[in-house]
């Protein structure tokens, strides 16, 4: 069973002949699909590399094996494969989704009155005739 935001057989198929051929001699290359799930888990998720979950294997062999794929132009490769692309406009729809945080002004920043500046009349609006709810400048 493929995990959640894993690669699927179909999707491999389409990779798996992009990719370098393992390194003969030496240490074992680990696993290209794992590799490749565990970059595409950090890319989603967005957390840090040392927190990549255990079934991905050594953080800084994914992390690694990006540097290195990037550096020689594999991980562009893959990417330009493997977007989709719409035939009927013919351009790469991109959708970036952003997150919003709230920030909050102390109530000084947004104008507040401050002790002992109460106003003591009202000041017309230049515009409406009616009373503003200002303080008459003086």
């Known amino acids: 069973m493929v995990g959640r935001g ?6 491999w ?19 290209h699909r794992q590799v490749i799930n565990a970059i595409l888990w950090k890319l989603r998720t967005g957390a840090p590399w ?3 979950p255990d079934r991905y ?13 990037t550096k020689d132009g594999t991980w562009d490769r ?7 692309k ?3 406009v013919g351009d790469l729809e991109w959708i970036v989704s952003v997150d919003s945080s709230v920030v909050r002004a102390h109530q000084h920043a947004a104008g507040a009155r ?23 400048a003086g």
């Open 78 to 84: 893959i990417l330009d494969r493997v977007i989709v």
């Open 50 to 52: 040392r927190d990549l």
């Open 13 to 31: 198929a389409v990779i798996e002949p992009l990719l370098p051929p393992r390194q003969g001699g030496g240490r074992r290359w680990r696993d």
């Open 86 to 88: 719409d035939d009927a």
């Open 57 to 69: 294997g050594p953080w800084k062999t994914a992390h690694e094996r990006l540097r290195l794929w």
């Open 6 to 11: 894993e690669l699927t057989d179909k999707a």
């Open 114 to 136: 401050k002790k002992g500046d109460a106003a003591t009349e009202s000041k017309l609006s230049p515009l409406t005739g009616k009373d503003s709810g200002g303080p008459v």
